[in-house]
Structure formats: structure tokens, C-alpha cells
């Protein structure tokens, strides 16, 4: 087969889970002798082409702005399909693909906010999700996620789990007296202030947080506000922050997908406290310490420093947190059940993946049957430019506010 993958997130270097999940669905696809290509941006203005894995990768600056550029490449390299992420706020690319390649889409829905359906979008679009609808499939990668897109689409949706976690054997890297807790990702949505909250509570205690998409120039000064925090930059193998760590957290007040991190940490034997948000109730499989919090009541009309819409946040009770980390940091044997429990259920979990089944999907599917050609130009919504973004955050103000 030959595959387009098309995403409004950096895959060279990723950044998140969903395009860490990508990835892992195409190296595996590359190894099986299909030719993979990913157009996506570039984190700077220059536009590179880069082999990763057998994935040949077209960073592109401003992707979202130049839509005809995947159109281009859909058209040079012929797929058989096009697989469109989620992260595509405005939904340019979901229509490119739609247009260039009619009956090749197939949607991987990572993020709920970035979808065009349901209570969580940012940017709810009629037509962009009758688009995704009429996708050849919708895939997810979680049950909690299916269920969402067949409430809220009305369509079925395909559970597969990305093979993310590597090979066996994996190792146990809890340790009761290393005194160390872990958050990804700190930003506001992703709880930040929880994780602020319980450093400040335990003033002996080493908090550790490594950057990710959301993280912001303001956070990044709260955390340098407190002796006991610091902030780990990326990494290419996950392994070497969670080396780091007894305890993980994830505080997140916005609606997650899944929670990938939980599991990889689990896996690893490290015990993780998570919230109730969203699919982490699914990625904790069962596991203690899970916190009821009270989630993103909206958005803000602006956006912060790493491009996405401020969120209104509801005031946490923080107790329930500084009660389960003063019992995983004070009590070893408590520790050391919550470690066996997490990597009990997390080894179960993984060893039910089938590492072949994204591509056994796409081979499965019923191939539209004629070759990819330039469409007719079509009316196409305008990028999103700075007043329509005002526009777009006050629309979601005024959704989400309480009736």
C-alpha cells in the first residue's frame, strides 16, 4: 500500500502522543514494505524533507495555511489512502484530503477537542464532520473514545491501540525512596496548578515536569517560583524520565482520549495519580488512585503562548491529591501494592495489542477504485487568521457558558 499521513502537529521531532502513535502505526507499516509519507509542519519556517524508519516525512512551514501543498503530494505519490490525525483545528487538511483523494480518507481520532463533532470540539464544523462520517474509517484508540465518536458522530469507530510501548521485557523502575514525582506536559488544561499545588505541599520532595506542547512561558516561571521544581526537556526515549520518578501525575481537568502516559508508566511498575477525565479511567484499567476533578468550564476569547485557547478553569479541591501522594511517599508497603497492582493491569493491557492490526484495517478496506486526480477547486473555508480566531473563542464562550 502506499499511505499519506496528514497532521497539523510536528512528526519530525513528534511532539504528543497522537503523533507518537502515528509514528508507531507507520514504522510498523514501513517494516511490512509499504511506502508511508507524513506531510505535516515544520516548527520552524524552513521546509525539509526527512527519512525516519523508512517514513519519509515532508515538514512544511504553516501547513494549516497551505493546504495545497498536501493536495500536491496526494497527488505525486498516488496513496491508496489518506490518513488525516485529528489535530487539524480548522479542518483545512480533513477537506484537502476530502477533495483531493474523495473516498481514500481515513480519520484518526486522537483528540476530541480537535475533532469537529461533539461537547468537546473548539471548532465545531457541520460539514467537516459529515466529511469525517463518510471517512472509509474512523479509527481510535481507546473504547471510551469509540463510544464518544459513535454518541456523538453517529458512526461506528475502530478500536486500535497504537503499538507504542516497545518490546518486552520492560523495567520495573519503581522505587520507594527515590522521593520523586512526575507530571508531562504541565499546563494549565493538563492541571498544572494541581501539580503546583501538591509542590508546594511538600516542600522535601523533588517535582520534576517535562515540557511538552502546551507548556508556556507562564508556566514555566511558576514552576521556577518553587525550590523543588524543575523542568526536564524533551526526550527521545521515555524511559529516561521515568527513571526518574516514584510517582507520576496527571492532574488533567481536560477532556482526555486516552492517556498514554499512564500506561507507559504503569507498565514500568510506577504507581500514577490520575484523574477522572475523559479515557484515563480506561488507561488506569482498574488500578487506585484515581481523583474526581472538576474540569475546563470553557474557553477564553484568546489564545496563550503555545497557540491554543486559554482555558476556564473551576477552583480544585487539591486535599484528595495531598492525601494519595503523603500515602505513596510515606507508606512502602502501600507503594509497593499500587506498583504491583499498575504493572499487573498495564502488562495485561499491552499484551493484548496486536501490533499488525492498523494495517490489517487498511487492508481490509474496500479500495475506492479509481486513481487520485486533481479535483475541481472547490469554495475551501479560509485559514484561520488572528480575527477569526476572535470570532471562534467567542462562539465556544458563549457554548459553553453555564445556562
Same mark, same amino acid.
Given at each position: 500500500?502506499?499511505?499519506?499521513?496528514?497532521?497539523?502537529?510536528?512528526?519530525?521531532?513528534?511532539?504528543?502522543?497522537?503523533?507518537?502513535?502515528?509514528?508507531?502505526?507507520?514504522?510498523?507499516? !514501513?517494516?511490512?514494505?509499504?511506502?508511508?509519507?507524513?506531510?505535516?509542519?515544520? @516548527?520552524? *519556517?524552513? *521546509? %525539509?524533507?526527512?527519512?525516519?524508519?523508512?517514513?519519509?516525512?515532508?515538514?512544511?512551514?504553516?501547513?494549516?495555511?497551505?493546504? *495545497?501543498?498536501?493536495?500536491?503530494?496526494?497527488?505525486?505519490?498516488?496513496?491508496?489512502?489518506?490518513?488525516?490525525?485529528?489535530?487539524?483545528?480548522?479542518?483545512?487538511?480533513?477537506?484537502?484530503?476530502?477533495?483531493?483523494?474523495?473516498?481514500? @480518507?481515513?480519520?484518526?481520532?486522537?483528540?476530541?477537542?480537535?475533532?469537529?463533532?461533539?461537547?468537546?470540539?473548539?471548532?465545531?464544523?457541520?460539514?467537516?464532520?459529515?466529511?469525517?462520517?463518510?471517512? /472509509?474509517?474512523?479509527?481510535?484508540?481507546?473504547?471510551?473514545?469509540?463510544?464518544?465518536?459513535?454518541?456523538?458522530?453517529? %458512526?461506528?469507530?475502530?478500536?486500535?491501540?497504537?503499538?507504542?510501548?516497545?518490546?518486552?521485557?520492560?523495567?520495573?523502575?519503581?522505587?520507594?525512596?527515590?522521593?520523586?514525582?512526575?507530571?508531562?506536559?504541565?499546563?494549565?488544561?493538563?492541571?498544572?496548578?494541581?501539580?503546583?499545588?501538591?509542590? %508546594?505541599?511538600?516542600?522535601?520532595?523533588?517535582?520534576?515536569?517535562?515540557?511538552?506542547?502546551?507548556?508556556?512561558?507562564?508556566?514555566?516561571?511558576?514552576?521556577?517560583?518553587?525550590?523543588? $521544581?524543575?523542568?526536564?526537556?524533551?526526550?527521545?526515549?521515555?524511559?529516561? $524520565? @521515568?527513571?526518574?520518578?516514584?510517582?507520576?501525575?496527571?492532574?488533567?481537568?481536560?477532556?482526555?482520549?486516552?492517556?498514554?502516559? $499512564?500506561?507507559?508508566?504503569?507498565?514500568?511498575?510506577?504507581?500514577?495519580? /490520575?484523574?477522572?477525565?475523559?479515557?484515563?479511567?480506561?488507561?488506569?484499567?482498574?488500578?487506585?488512585?484515581?481523583?474526581?476533578?472538576?474540569?475546563?468550564?470553557?474557553?477564553?476569547?484568546?489564545?496563550?503562548? &503555545?497557540?491554543?485557547?486559554?482555558?476556564?478553569?473551576?477552583?480544585?479541591?487539591?486535599?484528595?491529591?495531598?492525601?494519595?501522594?503523603?500515602?505513596? @511517599?510515606?507508606?512502602?508497603?502501600?507503594?509497593?501494592?499500587?506498583?504491583?497492582?499498575?504493572?499487573?493491569?498495564?502488562?495485561?493491557? $499491552?499484551?493484548?495489542?496486536?501490533?499488525?492490526?492498523?494495517?490489517?484495517?487498511?487492508?481490509?478496506?474496500?479500495?475506492?477504485?479509481?486513481?487520485?486526480?486533481? &479535483?475541481?477547486? !472547490?469554495?475551501?473555508?479560509?485559514?484561520?487568521?488572528?480575527?477569526?480566531?476572535?470570532?471562534?473563542?467567542?462562539?465556544?464562550?458563549?457554548?459553553?457558558?453555564?445556562?
Amino acid at each position: 500500500m502506499r499511505l499519506v499521513l496528514a497532521s497539523n502537529a510536528s512528526h519530525d521531532p513528534p511532539r504528543g502522543g497522537s503523533t507518537r502513535s502515528n509514528l508507531a502505526w507507520l514504522r510498523r507499516l !514501513a517494516a511490512a514494505g509499504h511506502a508511508c509519507t507524513v506531510a505535516a509542519p515544520s @516548527l520552524d *519556517a524552513e *521546509a %525539509r524533507v526527512t527519512e525516519s524508519r523508512g517514513i519519509r516525512i515532508h515538514s512544511i512551514p504553516s501547513l494549516s495555511l497551505h493546504a *495545497a501543498e498536501l493536495g500536491r503530494l496526494i497527488r505525486e505519490t498516488q496513496p491508496d489512502w489518506v490518513l488525516v490525525s485529528s489535530e487539524d483545528l480548522s479542518h483545512t487538511l480533513l477537506r484537502e484530503a476530502a477533495r483531493t483523494a474523495p473516498g481514500r @480518507l481515513v480519520y484518526l481520532a486522537h483528540t476530541p477537542q480537535f475533532f469537529p463533532f461533539g461537547p468537546e470540539s473548539w471548532h465545531p464544523d457541520a460539514p467537516a464532520a459529515e466529511l469525517v462520517r463518510r471517512a /472509509a474509517a474512523v479509527v481510535v484508540i481507546g473504547r471510551h473514545m469509540s463510544e464518544y465518536v459513535r454518541k456523538h458522530l453517529g %458512526r461506528e469507530a475502530v478500536v486500535v491501540h497504537p503499538p507504542i510501548y516497545g518490546e518486552p521485557p520492560w523495567p520495573e523502575l519503581a522505587d520507594f525512596s527515590r522521593k520523586s514525582v512526575l507530571m508531562v506536559n504541565p499546563c494549565a488544561a493538563k492541571g498544572i496548578s494541581i501539580f503546583l499545588g501538591l509542590a %508546594r505541599n511538600f516542600p522535601g520532595v523533588r517535582f520534576e515536569a517535562l515540557r511538552g506542547w502546551g507548556t508556556t512561558p507562564e508556566d514555566e516561571a511558576a514552576m521556577a517560583a518553587l525550590p523543588n $521544581v524543575s523542568l526536564l526537556e524533551n526526550v527521545a526515549d521515555i524511559e529516561d $524520565v @521515568l527513571r526518574r520518578c516514584s510517582v507520576l501525575v496527571m492532574p488533567s481537568l481536560w477532556y482526555e482520549g486516552f492517556g498514554l502516559i $499512564v500506561m507507559e508508566a504503569m507498565l514500568r511498575a510506577i504507581p500514577v495519580i /490520575a484523574s477522572d477525565s475523559g479515557g484515563l479511567l480506561e488507561a488506569k484499567r482498574g488500578t487506585g488512585y484515581v481523583i474526581p476533578v472538576r474540569p475546563v468550564q470553557g474557553y477564553r476569547m484568546e489564545f496563550d503562548a &503555545a497557540h491554543m485557547p486559554r482555558p476556564i478553569l473551576p477552583e480544585q479541591d487539591i486535599a484528595p491529591w495531598i492525601s494519595a501522594l503523603r500515602r505513596l @511517599l510515606e507508606e512502602e508497603e502501600e507503594y509497593r501494592a499500587e506498583s504491583a497492582r499498575s504493572r499487573g493491569a498495564a502488562l495485561e493491557f $499491552v499484551s493484548s495489542i496486536d501490533p499488525d492490526a492498523f494495517g490489517t484495517l487498511l487492508e481490509s478496506l474496500p479500495a475506492p477504485g479509481k486513481p487520485v486526480t486533481p &479535483a475541481a477547486p !472547490a469554495a475551501e473555508k479560509r485559514p484561520l487568521d488572528e480575527a477569526r480566531r476572535a470570532l471562534l473563542l467567542r462562539e465556544l464562550q458563549r457554548r459553553r457558558r453555564p445556562q
